[in-house]
């Protein structure tokens, strides 16, 4: 595996934001960082396949995670702003784009960019 290369720093950057995003929300455990890590090696295989998606990778990953949390412990994250009604996740935007941000589509808010919930 070759650092220095691009897509592998992509990948990595990837990784570091969606983990800080997890420890944020105390949820990184050994067993959910199992599902950042099988993630990054699927969208391993996608990048290099696709090079010009490397700026996509972080949003692709976050929704990854988020899919395969709500199969195991529910909806993360959830949302921060609206503090009525049903407990909602937030939701990636641009779902296939660069920048990706955590969004709450009830409120129309941008919560935070990936890697910066708090």
Same mark, same amino acid.
């Given at each position: 595996?070759?650092?220095?290369?691009?897509?592998?720093?992509?990948?990595?950057?990837? $990784?570091?934001?969606?983990?800080?995003? #997890?420890?944020?929300?105390?949820?990184?455990?050994?067993?959910?960082? &199992?599902?950042?890590?099988? &993630?990054?090696?699927? $969208?391993?295989?996608?990048?290099?396949?696709?090079?010009?998606?490397?700026?996509?990778?972080?949003? =692709?990953?976050?929704?990854?995670?988020?899919?395969? #949390?709500?199969?195991?412990?529910?909806?993360?994250? =959830?949302?921060?702003?609206?503090?009525?009604?049903?407990?909602?996740?937030?939701?990636?935007?641009?779902? #296939?784009?660069?920048?990706?941000?955590?969004?709450?589509?009830?409120?129309?808010?941008?919560?935070?960019?990936?890697?910066? =919930?708090?």
């Amino acid at each position: 595996m070759d650092d220095a290369n691009p897509h592998e720093q992509a990948l990595h950057a990837a $990784r570091a934001l969606i983990l800080a995003d #997890l420890a944020a929300r105390d949820v990184a455990d050994p067993g959910v960082v &199992s599902l950042v890590e099988t &993630s990054v090696t699927h $969208r391993r295989w996608w990048v290099r396949e696709w090079p010009q998606g490397a700026e996509y990778v972080t949003g =692709l990953i976050a929704q990854d995670v988020q899919d395969a #949390l709500l199969e195991r412990h529910g909806r993360w994250p =959830l949302c921060p702003v609206c503090d009525t009604g049903d407990p909602h996740a937030l939701e990636i935007e641009p779902e #296939l784009g660069p920048d990706p941000r955590w969004v709450c589509h009830k409120a129309g808010v941008v919560v935070a960019p990936v890697g910066g =919930l708090t």
